[in-house]
């Protein structure tokens, strides 16, 4: 019988930094090599037979368009490659949230896409990495894992890309959570259980991967925030998503200024600054063009705004008709 056949793609992150001292608490990022981890993983009893690539070794504040570019292409060809039955990416925790998020937009996904990270290095007291990768390597092995797009492992849990976010900046309990699911599984190196059906029925992208990536921008409202100053954020800008007060809310100057801005075809996202913020439409959002992020957060709006544009769905309504979607 042959062994699962997993591909784990580096990027580097924490899960692959080095502090030096396993009681430091600052590191380095991206350290590790994927064949030094691969070899370190080797140690247990997986019954998988990995192959591994370095796509990046950086801190995942660096991610952006030439690195997603290069993993989505490679990711494209494992889905052709029928000798993969699955794909893990090793990935930083400060944007794996967006980097999931736009792989499950735009990939094919007829094989598990697992993104895993860790919230201490690899040499410091109580690493978590080794743990969060054997998960990964459980749910991205699983035939259930199938249909339910890209998924991201930390801890035990197991969180869908649109609903994952990072809550905490130490510290390895909840450092994730999901809205406005929680976990859709729970892990462990012996064991999966899911806690409901796959979501998706159609394994096909849901959009074309960005040949250039729109500028948009995240105004990030507070009180006394005039328009001067978003003004400026907004050269050359295609789009901006608010990171609004409560429910998406703004200074009534800075809402008129950019009513005038998307009345001239800015494309203008209301999402929410608050952890978990649900955010509706409200009556003024179809005079002024407005779109309601529901319930992604500005990081991920920013992301799906980008992929919109980039498709060319540029219209309030259309591009509220995706943010409604589960």
Known sequence: MTNT???????????????GDAMRHDYQPGQIGIDEWLEDAGRYTLDVDFVGRQIANVGS??????????????????????ALDGIIVTHGTDTAEETAFLLDLTL????????????RPADAVGSDGMRNFVNAVRVASAESSKGRGVLLVMGDRVLAARDARKVRTRGTDDAFRGFPRGSVAIVTPSALEWFGNPWRDDPSP????????????????????????AGRLLEDAQGVVVAGVGEGNMPEAVRAMLAKRAANGLLV????RV?????????????????????LNPQKSRILAM?????????????????DRP
Not at 277 to 294: C, I
Request: proline share 8%; aromatic share 6%.
């Open 61 to 82: 504040e660096n991610m952006g368009p030439q690195i997603w570019k290069v993993l989505h292409e490679v990711i494209c060809e494992a889905m052709e490659d029928d």
């Open 307 to 323: 992929v919109l544009l980039a498709n060319g769905v540029t219209d309030p309504a259309k591009v509220q008709a995706v943010f």
């Open 206 to 229: 849901r959009f074309a991967f960005p040949s250039e990536f729109p500028e948009v921008p995240i105004l990030y409202a507070a009180g006394g925030i005039r328009p001067s100053m």
């Open 269 to 272: 996202i209301r999402a929410s």
């Open 5 to 19: 056949r997993i591909l784990v793609l580096g990027t580097g992150g924490t899960i692959a930094g080095i502090a």
């Open 108 to 119: 094919p996904l007829t094989k598990p896409v697992v993104l895993v990270g860790a919230m």
């Open 275 to 295: 952890d978990e913020g649900l955010v509706d439409r409200e009556p003024e959002d179809d005079a002024n063009r407005f779109v309601a992020s529901r319930a």
